[in-house]
């Protein structure tokens, strides 16, 4: 009976320590609670300044401190930029940092393409919203956000550029079209004629490079609508010819097509002829200036005009009066001589009506040059 007892106490003994380790381990479990623990943010000016003539120099440089959890545990800060105080998703951009950094500095380039993105306009004196983001690397739970700083500046609108390549021009790497991003906003816009059967393309982001190419995942002979970075096939324009203005998101990863039908051409006895069909069509330099431009033989025996659309509704010739051999007027003016006959180097600039948009003229006046090319 003595001996039962003993072991029943040793056995009572262990099951006694086991729970006191269990409470213990209870007692010492670490819980995050992010949202009470907030890094720290400074920045070395609170007026940056930003110009084209300073793309490479330093702008602007935040000094930060991640916030501390009491434990050590793995997380991830970013700095986020916002033209709001409530750092709206749809107008807030980020830049993650290095785990080890502990201060990040920005370019003049860097933090105006940051703020473009951020979509804050450019030209503009504009409040910027700065704060640091941290967040427990793979975690669920919500990150916690450091103090906002504000800053004055003003964003400038830097032009990029995408370039095409693709039947439509011979698949000539070397003399690709452009498409344009007028402020950097991952929006690329360009016009391109696409002649019968030559419809499809692609996308490169740098000069005389398949690299990096944008292509689509979408079915051969269909008309894309969505964007893929080294995708298997080519772009496919509608299968009807014509102009196109082509959009290609790259926030959405889209791309579309639009008829256009304020494309500019060359007829005449000059050139090609009068009659319907003669027209040589111009190209769209895609560069943000309104040009467009054609080199072919012309003969002096004949005179040209250019239209538009292919059709006698808006022609360009040169004024009868005052004619300073540059400026075109619509209509019933004279024709333009050719000097001598040879090949030229046609360019035409239609008068921008840039308070309905920047690719409708007002149908009235231009500017054009007959270069005669060697």
Not at 322 to 327: H, P
Not at 348 to 368: E, Q, S
Request: overall charge positive; charged content about 15%.
């Amino acid at each position: 009976m003595k001996k039962s007892f003993t072991k029943f106490l040793a056995f009572g003994s262990i099951a006694l320590l086991m729970l006191a380790s269990c409470k213990k381990d209870e007692s010492n479990k670490v819980v995050a609670s992010p949202s009470t623990a907030k890094g720290t943010l400074t920045a070395s000016t609170t007026t940056p300044t930003l110009s084209k003539a300073h793309l490479t120099d330093n702008a602007i440089t935040f000094t930060f401190k991640a916030p501390s959890f009491g434990f050590s545990s793995a997380i991830s800060n970013s700095i986020q930029v916002s033209g709001t105080a409530a750092f709206v998703d749809t107008l807030t951009k980020e830049t993650t940092l290095s785990s080890k950094d502990v201060s990040k500095t920005f370019t003049v380039m860097d933090f105006n393409n940051l703020l473009l993105a951020a979509k804050l306009p450019g030209g503009v004196a504009t409040t910027v919203h700065v704060r640091l983001k941290t967040q427990f690397t793979g975690s669920v739970v919500a990150p916690t956000y450091s103090n906002d700083i504000t800053l004055t500046t003003t964003p400038f609108n830097l032009t990029s550029f995408l370039y095409t390549v693709g039947a439509f021009q011979g698949w000539d790497i070397n003399h690709q079209d452009s498409l344009i991003s007028a402020t950097s906003n991952g929006i690329y816009v360009g016009i391109i004629n696409f002649t019968a059967g030559n419809n499809q393309f692609l996308v490169v982001p740098g000069k005389k490079s398949y690299d990096n190419k944008y292509a689509t995942a979408d079915p051969q002979n269909t008309t894309s609508s969505n964007v893929a970075v080294g995708g298997a096939n080519n772009f496919y324009a509608p299968a009807a010819a014509g102009f196109y203005t082509v959009t290609l998101n790259l926030n959405t990863n889209k791309i579309s097509f639009d008829p256009f039908i304020a494309y500019y051409s060359v007829i005449g006895d000059g050139a090609n002829g009068w009659d319907a069909g003669n027209d040589v069509d111009m190209k769209a330099a895609n560069d943000g200036t309104g040009l467009w431009s054609v080199t072919l033989p012309l003969k002096s025996t004949g005179t040209i005009k250019i239209r538009k659309g292919h059709a006698w509704t808006t022609s360009y010739g040169i004024p009868k009066t005052g004619a300073d051999g540059k400026t075109l007027t619509t209509s019933d003016d004279d024709n333009i001589p050719v000097p001598v006959s040879g090949t030229y180097k046609i360019t035409f600039i239609p008068h921008l009506n840039t308070a309905v948009t920047p690719v409708a003229d007002d149908d009235k006046t231009a500017i054009y040059t007959l270069v005669k090319q060697p």
